[in-house]
Nanobody
């Protein structure tokens, strides 16, 4: 399974972005997918996750501002980021769980929020 993120960039506080994750390869094994982020000098943290059926979970820090969705037919996952804050600045990674045991990561996309 290969994952490629896109959509990152520089935005002012209060602005919006939409991240995309394109999955390819043996995508039939994919069950859960998620978005993680890693800020400078910090560990990687879960942002949002979504099951094949569409159930979602969010980190407390992004609830009400970020929305995760996926299009299983297109092998795509999205993250809509609203009301962005400088503390949202990080590299955002796409993650996929395959056959409930193998984990795959994308290369990441940078999101920078200026004050």
């Amino acid at each position: 399974v290969q994952l490629v993120e896109s959509g990152g960039g520089l935005v002012q506080a209060g602005g919006s972005l939409r991240l995309s994750c394109a999955a390819s390869g043996d995508t039939s094994c994919i069950s859960g997918m998620g978005w993680y982020r890693q800020a400078p000098a910090k560990g990687r943290e879960l942002v949002a996750m979504i099951s094949t059926g569409g159930s979602t979970n969010y980190a407390e820090s992004v609830k009400g501002r970020f929305t995760v969705s996926r299009d299983n037919a297109k092998n795509m996952m999205y993250l809509q980021l609203e009301s962005l804050k400088p503390e949202d600045t990080a590299v955002y990674y796409c993650n996929a769980l395959c056959a409930y045991k193998d984990v795959y990561w994308g290369q990441g996309t940078q999101v920078t929020v200026s004050a």
